[in-house]
């Protein structure tokens, strides 16, 4: 029952069937993952792709915790004998857990409040009786309620309990938390101040000293900033509730709670008290209450967002095509202590390690020892790290090739984010025992130009570095987040069985540590596999885990063609059926798009495989074991241009994007350090989301509109037509949306762009 309640919501808001839901919710508790379920079971699931099984799993994940805390609050409201069948009904059909603690306030346990020692002190009949009939005088009625006992001795302390006793009782009506909290979202501000005596101390956070915005407007940078300068001691952080009646003592949430108790004001003895009985339930309790509410949903809605951001970028990481299998040398610069180097063969197993001092007045030594290796390897590639002396290293190569007679490698600048976290790592150390720490970081970049993914996989997703705010969210949820992504982007590629890490393999769908290293185990004693079918005699590889892993797993050259594709061994004899039916063998067949297009796929539909399956078989066939990843291709930076200080106003760079924000883009131009492009810079059209716009690993071309050299900040722009003076006005225009429509703000350099104090400081942690 309860998984056709799940089925019909999920259904109603990716708009699919509830019987799609139904089988999906089936698969899952099963124990199959998201990676097979979308690529094998499209007959079950009406063909959900991963991004829609995602958010199937995380709403599945909420509505279950839901009705697990329904349940718990229906049985603790019976247990005090309060249950009615309206309230019952109330708590069975909300689907939010925030509307759901609303309904559970007035009977959720909690410590003794002022309004409960009143009420029993016999005081609750006074506060109805002057709530129901405003023409009693407050204090006469008050005097009957006197209670030495309870501590009530004067007519002001007896009609002060009886107004908590109210403002208690208003405060837990769910439907006026509602009203007033639906008001405060479209229309609340969020205050930062600067908290004296910390503006010196605290200047990286200068753009919120004295900042309003509108709750609903924030985006998740600017709150994630101003919750970092409230957290280390610099802001403080408010909600204005009633912005419109500023300089004013009415409030418009007073008003609401009024028009919701349908109370009017007459001149009436008792008014006053009522009115005062109002102005308590706001400010006291009501205000508090959603205040603390909205700072937090303000938190999780941003951190959500930044978490997405960094999903974003890793996804585009991961899925930046591979260089291929080629012979490589890979350089981890540095000036004083030398250029790391480590040659690499075409699967990536390492034949060669030196340390060279071209930078340090020894430039022909090391230029004989990479001649040297080039030459002995037959070196096809010539993967250089980002960081210090990147750009020296480069030049210093380039100079080595041109004295290269014949065989001259290609040069090619790769991120080494999270290099170091690898080279101390224990995946690190069981790889290469016996190769020092800062080697193993140079062996890092040759294979990440190789194939990105199969290396990156070996680092902790948070240490690649590409998302905004990452040390500010919740760390367990970002994890979920990309390791998911991780799982995702290695499933769509698949794996080389016979090459593949054991943290590659881990990533399989179904896999686990034990098991993938239990593979590469299996795989050097016995050595390579020739079929996907000897899976089965791995150790600890049961059934599941074979029906799960297998499509994912390439045998190159094996016994059987199929399984260097993504048809997966339970479908082989749907391949039968095609061979009988083309009269050809699986060697000729695959691969002849003419041949297999014109074949009728329903023809080969059976009870267990349907139209999606069969079709995606025809496509294996015509380009087996594809790569989803495109093709290779590298950002050439500028001669000359090596330092910030090379940049001048104007100039048209090529670049890689780094790293996508929601406020912009940041391309390395090959200077050390990564210039912005801003939202407002990256189309001649209004960006909404830049992630619209590029993705991390793009190549684009950028002009230069401003260069601060001593804060070593670039503004570039990706509207190249642009006259440079128009370039530098957008740059500091900011676009926004509001009630509908856009509108422009204009803002000052410190407020906009790089040269924002924000910004800087999400770059700066960024780059940590």
């Known amino acids: 029952m309860l998984n056709q309640q799940i089925a019909s919501i999920i259904a109603t808001e990716l708009n699919v069937k509830s019987n799609q839901i139904l089988a999906t919710i089936q698969l899952l508790d099963d124990g199959n993952t998201i990676p097979f379920i979308a690529r094998y079971r499209k007959e079950a699931t009406g063909a959900l792709d991963d991004t829609q099984l995602r958010y199937f799993e995380t709403r599945l994940i909420y509505l279950r915790e839901l009705d697990d805390r329904r349940q718990s609050i229906l049985k603790s409201i019976e247990e005090q004998g309060k249950l009615t069948a309206e309230l019952r009904e109330k708590i069975e059909q909300t689907q939010s857990k925030t509307e759901l603690e609303d309904l559970y306030l007035p009977y959720k346990?909690?410590?003794?409040?002022?309004?409960?020692?009143?009420?029993?002190?016999g005081i609750e009949p006074l506060a109805d009786l002057l709530w129901a009939d405003p023409a009693k005088d407050p204090e006469q009625s008050a005097v009957q309620f006197l209670n030495q006992d309870a501590g009530f001795t004067d007519i002001k302390s007896v009609l002060e309990a009886a107004r908590y006793i109210l403002m208690e009782r208003f405060a837990e009506d769910a439907q006026l938390l509602a009203q007033v909290r639906r008001y405060l979202q479209q229309n609340a501000m969020i205050v930062a101040k600067v908290i004296e005596g910390k503006e010196k101390e605290g200047e990286k956070f200068a753009d919120y000293?004295?900042?309003?915005?509108?709750?609903?407007?924030?985006?998740?940078?600017?709150?994630?900033?101003?919750?970092?300068?409230?957290?280390?001691?610099?802001?403080?952080?408010?909600?204005?509730?009633?912005?419109?009646?500023e300089g004013t003592r009415q409030s418009y949430c007073e008003e609401i709670i009024r028009q919701y108790l349908n109370v009017h004001f007459s001149g009436q003895p008792a008014d006053k008290w009522r009115e005062q009985v109002i102005s308590w339930t706001w400010r006291i309790k009501v205000a508090l209450h959603l205040e603390t509410e909205l700072m937090s949903a303000l938190r999780e809605k941003a951190e959500e967002e930044s978490i997405n951001v960094f999903a974003r970028n890793l996804t585009a990481l991961l899925m930046t095509a591979p260089a291929g299998a080629k012979t490589t040398i890979g350089l981890d610069p540095g000036l004083r202590t030398g250029v790391k180097v480590a040659v690499v063969d075409n699967t990536g197993k390492l034949l060669?390690?030196?340390?060279?001092?071209?930078?340090?007045?020894?430039?022909?030594?090391?230029?004989?020892?990479?001649?040297?290796?080039?030459?002995?390897?037959?070196?096809?590639?010539?993967?250089?790290?980002?960081?210090?002396?990147?750009?020296?290293?480069?030049?210093?190569?380039k100079e080595v090739i041109k004295k290269m007679p014949n065989n001259?490698?290609?040069?090619?600048?790769?991120?080494?984010?999270?290099?170091?976290?690898?080279?101390?790592?224990?995946?690190?150390?069981?790889?290469?025992?016996?190769?020092?720490?800062?080697?193993?970081?140079?062996?890092?970049?040759?294979?990440?130009?190789?194939?990105?993914?199969?290396?990156?996989?070996?680092?902790?997703?948070?240490?690649?570095?590409?998302?905004?705010?990452?040390?500010?969210?919740?760390?367990?949820?970002?994890?979920?987040?990309?390791?998911?992504?991780?799982?995702?982007?290695?499933?769509?590629?698949?794996?080389?069985?016979?090459?593949?890490?054991?943290?590659?393999?881990?990533?399989?769908?179904?896999?686990?540590?034990?098991?993938?290293?239990n593979i590469v185990t299996y795989r050097d004693e016995n050595g390579r596999f020739k079929a996907r079918s000897e899976l089965k005699k791995v150790p600890r590889l049961g059934i599941k885990a074979f029906e799960q892993c297998a499509g994912f797993m390439r045998i190159a050259n094996g016994t059987n063609p199929l399984d260097s594709s993504g048809v997966h061994p339970e479908a082989y004899p749907v391949v039968e059926k095609i061979l009988q039916a083309t009269e050809?063998?699986?060697?000729?067949?695959?691969?002849?798009?003419?041949?297999?297009?014109?074949?009728?796929?329903?023809?080969?539909?059976?009870?267990?495989?349907?139209?999606?399956?069969?079709?995606?078989?025809?496509?294996?066939?015509?380009?087996?074991?594809?790569?989803?990843?495109?093709?290779?291709?590298?950002?050439?930076?500028?001669?000359?241009?090596?330092?910030?200080?090379?940049?001048?106003?104007?100039?048209?760079?090529?670049?890689?994007?780094?790293?996508?924000?929601?406020?912009?883009?940041?391309?390395?131009?090959?200077?050390?350090?990564?210039?912005?492009?801003?939202?407002?810079?990256?189309?001649?059209?209004?960006?909404?989301?830049?992630?619209?716009?590029?993705?991390?690993?793009?190549?684009v071309k950028v002009k230069v509109i401003d260069v601060d050299v001593a804060r070593k900040r670039i503004a570039l722009t990706m509207r190249l037509e642009e006259q440079l003076g128009n370039a530098e006005k957008n740059h500091r225009t900011l676009s926004s949306k509001t009630g509908g429509q856009t509108v422009k703000k204009q803002c000052s350099p410190a407020q906009t762009g790089v040269m924002g104090n924000a910004f800087a400081d999400a770059l700066k942690n960024w780059k940590k």
């Open 109 to 121: 346990p909690k410590r003794r409040t002022k309004g409960q020692i009143a009420i029993e002190a």
């Open 209 to 245: 000293f004295d900042h309003r915005e509108l709750w609903r407007n924030v985006p998740s940078h600017r709150a994630l900033a101003m919750f970092r300068g409230r957290k280390e001691g610099f802001l403080q952080l408010s909600l204005d509730a009633d912005p419109e009646q």
């Open 584 to 699: 050809k063998s699986i060697q000729t067949l695959m691969g002849d798009v003419r041949a297999i297009r014109e074949l009728n796929a329903s023809q080969f539909i059976d009870e267990q495989f349907g139209l999606p399956t069969v079709q995606d078989i025809f496509r294996e066939l015509e380009k087996p074991g594809r790569d989803p990843r495109g093709e290779f291709k590298t950002a050439v930076f500028m001669d000359g241009i090596e330092d910030i200080s090379d940049l001048k106003s104007g100039m048209i760079l090529e670049g890689t994007v780094a790293n996508v924000t929601n406020f912009g883009a940041f391309v390395d131009i090959g200077v050390h350090h990564y210039g912005l492009v801003h939202i407002s810079a990256l189309s001649d059209n209004f960006v909404e989301d830049p992630h619209q716009i590029v993705k991390t690993g793009d190549i």
């Open 352 to 397: 060669s390690t030196d340390t060279v001092y071209p930078h340090t007045g020894q430039v022909e030594k090391a230029m004989v020892t990479l001649c040297q290796l080039i030459d002995k390897h037959n070196v096809e590639l010539i993967a250089i790290g980002n960081g210090t002396a990147s750009r020296e290293t480069e030049r210093f190569v």
């Open 408 to 517: 001259k490698p290609q040069t090619v600048v790769v991120s080494e984010a999270g290099a170091s976290v690898y080279s101390a790592s224990e995946q690190a150390a069981l790889e290469f025992p016996h190769l020092d720490v800062s080697l193993r970081g140079a062996v890092s970049i040759a294979r990440r130009l190789q194939d990105p993914l199969a290396e990156l996989v070996k680092i902790d997703p948070k240490a690649i570095g590409v998302g905004q705010y990452q040390h500010d969210v919740n760390q367990s949820q970002l994890a979920r987040k990309l390791d998911a992504v991780v799982e995702d982007c290695v499933n769509a590629v698949g794996v080389d069985l016979n090459t593949a890490s054991s943290a590659l393999l881990s990533r399989v769908a179904g896999m686990s540590k034990t098991i993938a290293q």
